[in-house]
Nanobody, 115 residues
Framework: QVQVVESGGGSVQPGGSLRLSCAAS????????MGWYRQAPGKQRELVAL???????TLANSVKGRFTISSDNAKNPVFLQMNGLKPEATAVYSC?????????WGPGTPVTVSS
């Protein structure tokens, strides 16, 4: 099994930046992809960014050019650098680990973008 825990959420003004971190523990050698998702109030959860164990990244079109996903070794920890934040980025951000044994989610960390 794998456990993932997020940190770094908070409140920021529009145009500001936040850096989220996701730490995985347990059978981390089974991890194949790490990802960030978000769910805004009243909306479905959506993909924000992914990074594979080979370091290949994918970003949602809505965050390209402003968000960056990175990792020291493409697995753990995984960071989401969010720049130029907009009010519509307000959501609970969750870390996801896709492993050879299944999918694991963190509890989420809230991000609020408001003036």
């Amino acid at each position: 099994q794998v456990q993932v825990v997020e940190s770094g959420g908070g409140s920021v003004q529009p145009g500001g930046s936040l850096r989220l971190s996701c730490a995985a523990s347990g059978n981390i050698f089974s991890i194949r992809v790490m990802g960030w998702y978000r769910q805004a109030p009243g909306k479905q959860r959506e993909l924000v960014a992914l990074i594979t164990i080979y370091g290949r990244t994918t970003l949602a079109n809505s965050v390209k050019g402003r968000f960056t996903i990175s990792s020291d070794n493409a697995k753990n920890p995984v960071f989401l650098q969010m720049n130029g934040l907009k009010p519509e980025a307000t959501a609970v951000y969750s870390c996801h680990a896709a492993t050879t044994g299944g999918d694991y989610w963190g509890p989420g960390t809230p991000v609020t973008v408001s003036s």
